[in-house]
């Protein structure tokens, strides 16, 4: 795809307006772990979005062609905060190759989280999707184009990984692969894709997450600092080997509707990304007691149930229950009986696949 770069600041009028974007986050399924430069992934990875865990992005902005790009305020749930504000503010400069008009614009943004507080669950995905949809929402009005097009959500998802890698999957809903691959053609390092749903099984549609809180602070090392340790890392080349080879499996899984296949795969992809944390140099441990406690609870109970209830986890120690709604009798009592006593105040999240991002009407911030 060519993403178009240039253009006359000046071929904008003077203007003004407001464009909200609510936009989620995602789970991966197949990890991006290590990138190149400018967030080229390293290997494929394919995810889903969440229902509950969006940020909301109110951007208004007026154009002046004799005043420069200022990000004038920024507030999350009704706070200034000067810490976003300023990696927004990056990110947003960032952009001003692509986006002429930004370099004239005075942008205020209100943003507002639906993560439970302190969760421990990362929201730079459904905070850069949305950013992204906004600002490709301002072009698309300047310009007079249709938002919500193949092409707009395409430069949305090609945006959003500017901000954060794995945000580029947040744009669409359903299974989402991000990464080239000669696996599925289409695919591409630079935006995401989102699989048909003929290659997704019916028995996927609805999939459930149980997000366990096993604890709601800080990261000790943050994910950029992780990417960033795969360049050296003694495994790095099996690792995109064996991403290639977990994705290609997955894609079979979620055609066929092959749940344990799908469980098999997606907990591999969990303890492998960990355990390439550990053998770092240096190396790291996100995973607390509880993690691997809950972890093994999962798997006695699936020895002794069969349900299908598989774990996944991100780059923390908290854990993602992945289920089909189909089997929520059978799972909801088993995280309430067995896995709250484990979890950090006794917290869960309840959450599960969503629709995707939602533009949101002037004014009902
Ligand atoms: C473990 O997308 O947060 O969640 O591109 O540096 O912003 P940056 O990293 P980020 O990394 C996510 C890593 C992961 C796996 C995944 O979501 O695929």
């Not at 993403?3 to 995602?26: E, K, V, Y």
């Not at 002429?100 to 507080?117: N, R, T, V, Y």
């Not at 691997?292 to 006695?300: A, G, N, V």
Request: charged fraction near 20%.
């Amino acid at each position: 795809m060519t993403i178009q770069l240039s253009g006359q600041a000046t071929d904008f009028p003077r203007t003004s307006g407001q464009t909200c974007w609510q936009s989620p986050a995602n789970i991966a399924l197949v990890k991006y772990w290590g990138k190149y430069p400018v967030q080229i992934p390293m290997n494929p990875s394919l995810s889903f979005v969440l229902k509950g865990s969006v940020v909301k992005i109110c951007m208004d902005y007026s154009i002046d062609p004799d005043s420069p790009f200022e990000l004038v305020s920024f507030s999350l749930n009704g706070q200034v905060n000067d810490i976003f504000k300023s990696r927004i503010d990056n990110y947003l400069e960032g952009l001003v190759p692509f986006f002429p008009f930004l370099k004239h614009a005075q942008i205020h943004i209100d943003s507002e989280s639906s993560f439970p507080h302190s969760a421990g669950i990362a929201s730079s995905a459904a905070a850069f999707s949305a950013l992204a949809l906004c600002v490709c929402s301002i072009e698309a009005e300047i310009s007079g184009k249709a938002p919500g097009t193949e092409a707009f959500l395409r430069r949305a998802s090609f945006m959003a990984r500017l901000g954060s890698g794995s945000a580029c999957r947040s744009i669409y809903d359903g299974m989402v692969l991000w990464g080239k691959t000669e696996q599925l053609p289409g695919s591409s390092d630079e935006y995401a894709v989102k699989l048909e749903s003929r290659h997704v099984h019916r028995r996927f549609m609805k999939m459930k997450d149980a997000v366990l809180i096993v604890d709601s602070g800080t990261k000790k090392v943050s994910s950029s600092a992780g990417h960033a340790l795969m360049h050296h890392h003694p495994y790095r080349e099996q690792r995109k080997e064996q991403a290639s080879a977990n994705l290609g499996r997955l894609l079979n899984a979620l055609q066929r509707g092959e749940m344990p296949l799908f469980g098999e795969i997606i907990e591999n992809e969990a303890l492998s990304l960990h355990s390439l944390m550990m053998s770092s140099s240096p190396g790291y441990i996100l995973m607390h007691p509880n993690t691997i406690r809950l972890l093994e609870k999962i798997r006695e109970f699936r020895r002794e149930t069969r349900a299908h209830a598989y774990f996944t986890l991100d780059a923390g120690p908290n854990i993602h229950l992945i289920y089909p709604e189909s089997d929520a009798a059978q799972v909801i009592p088993f995280i309430r009986d067995e896995l709250t006593s484990l979890c950090r105040d006794g917290r869960w999240i309840d959450d599960g696949m969503g629709t995707g991002p939602e533009r949101i009407a002037h004014g009902s911030k």
